[in-house]
């Protein structure tokens, strides 16, 4: 019992000071060599143009909502669509039903013009 | 697999589903006008339809699915939520269409609450436990915040969701440790594997800890102090049609879930968790009822005395006993009679609070001032919802006392019968105070006005529930008798 813990515990502790391992490493031995252009912010390799704290959109908010629907949808539709032969016409029904629902969701979306952009 | 799956032991939530989706298309695609009572119409013929479908089923004892109990008990509870979410639907028909443009939303959200309820209450596998009560809670503090524009139903909304979430995750937090102690998520196995005995002897320190957090859960959705901060607020803050079904319905799954949890799953730990319902009925009747006395709206007075009430029905499940035979007053019963008693009782007189805003714009207990004289029909629903409340027979409420008090008493718990009788005789005090207000104090100079007649059918339903849960106590007796036989094991 105790050597479970203890196995899970080393883990934890190998998982912990990894990342600090490989950033002291990087640090020695990498050359470092600044100058000005190197240290500035840049975006797709451009000057950034304007301020970084612009307020977005509400209606980027809606749009991820709708994402979800497809985005949930496909999580689930995979691994059902890879066993599909060993789970038959029940599974076949249920995914049915649950694309359905979903469908459900977008229709209301769209209806109630969601996704027209104002 | 799909033979092993009875459909029909499920045809009440696949009723009140395909009801959900017709009425968001409803509101899709009819006009306006239309939706107006289609809206309303639509919903309410659904929970017809899934109550005529439980009520036929009502007296089956299957497990579906292995995680949805098909029994007496379950159906039980699914009949009360779907006649009182009819009555909030009546209730909201005006007060919600003044309020809000998302009517279709507005009686989507609570069809899907009603499923969710229904499959909470019959849930006998921890997963689906935790499923129920977490799309009831997801949609209640949607419904709590439904008014987008009245900051106090945001704030409400809130301090619900922010006390929910904790709450819930202390509750999953205690179904892990039992998890952990047994192995498995199914109530009733829980129970062999508690019981097989070497579990308890070496882990006993493990099974308070899982009790007490379980129980935190539970005891947040039936508003139990010290786990009720939320409910004053909420129930103020929200729509009232919301409060009548908070108040109500969600608290009944609550007791529900909770007499199923540890009636199946732990009945070798009963010292436990009756040692604890025990405080914390004291507690939660002595402290609702103690803040109730000073408030001056009369909706957060309602909200109070709601959690007083939590009290009283708490005291069913102290005393759950199996008596041989199948006698009534076995405690569970006495949770079954109150939850319907106090659907309809409550209910009403939220309903009449509704009404009141509606007319005068606010429920302050000034705004009751003279009620006979304005509105007499109100006046007179409400005096016997708060004559009920306070356990005055022939109404429900005193048919619900009844049932919890004489466990109480036959199981010998003397202290707790005192607190809970001081309790009561405290509670008619700020319940009068009301009746006072309505009937003995005259304020000439303010208008009448009407009542809405969704609200006034609401309200007829009610009276008649509140009177013949009263003057027909045997049959509902025999019902709660019944449907708790099951969960006791006779």
Redesign the interface.
Known sequence: MLNTYAVIGLYALVALTFPFIVLLFARLVRPSKPNPLKNSTYECGMETIGDTWVQFRAQYYLFALVFVVFDVEVVFLYPWAVAYGKLG??ALVEMALFIG?LA?AL??AW??GILEWQ | ??NTLNVVRLLPELILLVTA?VV??VD??ARRRTALWLLPGVSIAGLVLAFVAAFAQWGAQEVVAGTLAADSFAFYFKLVAAVTVVLVILASVRYMRERTRFLGEFYAFLLVATLAVFVAVSATDLITVYLGLETLSIVSYVLTGFLRDDKRSNEAAIKYFLYGAVASAIMLYGFSLLYGLTGTTDLAEIARRLQAGDVLANLEWVAWPAVILAAVGFAFKASLVPFHQWAPDAYEGAPTPVTMFLSTVSKATGFAVMARVFLTAMPSLGEYWMALLYGLAILTMTVGNLIALRQTSVKRMLAYSSIAHAGFILMGLVAVTAPAGGHPFNGLDGVLMYVVAYAFTNAGAFAVVAAVEDGTGDATLDNFAGLIARAPFLAAAMLIFLLSLAGVPPLAGFAAKLFVFAPVVRQEYYALAVVALVNAVVAAGYYLKVVKQMFFVEVPERPAFAVARGMRWALWLMIIGVFGVGIFMNWFAFMSVRSAAGMLGL
């Open positions: 016409l029940f629902l459900v229709v209301y209806r109630k | 697999m799909l989706l968001i298309f899709l695609y």
